[in-house]
C-alpha cells in the first residue's frame, strides 16, 4: 500500500535531499546500510521485552536505513542484482529478529499460547506476502500491492513497541500492546498473501488463454 505510492515518494524524495547525497560523497557502501538495517533489527528484537519504546525507536530507523540502501545505490552508480538479492533477503532475516522481540513481550500476558500462534502466522504471512511476488515474477508476471507489505509491517511493528507506555491506560497489561501487534500482523500479511496468490493466479491463467 505504501510501496511505491506517493507517501514513500516523497518520503524517499526527503532522504535522497537529506542524507542519501552525503552519504554517496562520503563513499559509504549500500551493502553497509543494509548490514546495518539487519544489526538494528536484531538490535530492537533485543530490547523489546524490557526497553520496547527504545525497540520501537530503533525499528524506525532501521526502516530507514532500509530506504536508503537502494537509493544509495542507485545515486553512487552502484545498483547491482547482487545488491538488490542482498537487501530482499538479509530483510526477510530482520523482520524476524524483530517479530521475535514482539512475541517475547507479547509471551508476559496472560496468553502467551495466543501471543506464539500469533507470532507463527505473522512470520508465515510475511513470509509468503514476499514468496508470492517472487514466484509470479519468476514466471513473468509483476505482482505487488496490498495493505500489508513490507512498510506498513515494519511500520506496525514500531507502532505497537512505541505503544507500550499506554498498556495499562488502554486496558491490555504489560505486552498487551506486542500481542495486538501480533494479532494484526497475522490477519493482515496472510489476507495480502492469499490475495496476492488469488491475483497472480488470475493473471498467469489469463496470460495462458
Given at each position: 500500500m505504501l510501496a511505491g505510492g506517493p507517501a514513500e515518494r516523497a518520503f524517499r524524495g526527503v532522504l535522497q535531499a537529506l542524507v542519501v547525497g552525503p552519504l554517496t560523497r562520503r563513499g559509504v557502501s549500500p551493502d553497509t546500510l543494509t548490514g546495518a538495517g539487519l544489526v538494528l533489527s536484531a538490535v530492537a528484537g533485543g530490547l523489546a521485552w524490557a526497553w520496547p519504546v527504545a525497540a520501537g525507536v530503533t525499528v524506525l530507523v532501521g526502516g530507514v536505513m532500509d530506504a536508503l540502501d537502494g537509493s544509495l545505490a542507485r545515486a553512487a552508480g552502484k545498483a547491482t542484482r547482487a545488491g538488490a538479492f542482498l537487501d530482499s533477503t538479509l530483510d526477510r532475516y530482520g523482520e524476524f529478529l524483530v517479530l521475535a522481540g514482539l512475541w517475547?513481550?507479547?509471551s508476559a500476558t496472560d496468553h502467551p499460547l495466543a501471543a506464539g500462534a500469533f507470532a507463527l502466522a505473522a512470520v508465515q504471512g510475511a513470509l509468503m506476502v514476499?514468496?508470492?511476488r517472487a514466484r509470479a515474477e519468476g514466471l513473468g508476471h509483476p505482482l505487488r500491492g496490498g495493505w500489508f507489505e513490507r512498510p506498513e509491517r515494519v511500520l506496525l511493528m514500531a507502532l505497537g513497541?512505541?505503544?507500550s507506555p499506554w498498556e495499562g491506560?488502554?486496558?491490555?497489561?504489560?505486552g498487551g500492546a506486542a500481542l495486538a501487534t501480533l494479532a494484526v500482523l497475522a490477519a493482515g500479511a496472510n489476507a495480502t498473501a492469499l490475495d496476492r496468490i488469488r491475483r497472480g493466479r488470475r493473471a498467469l491463467r489469463a496470460g495462458e488463454g
Open positions: 517475547l513481550r507479547a514476499s514468496y508470492a513497541l512505541l505503544a491506560a488502554l486496558g491490555l497489561g504489560r
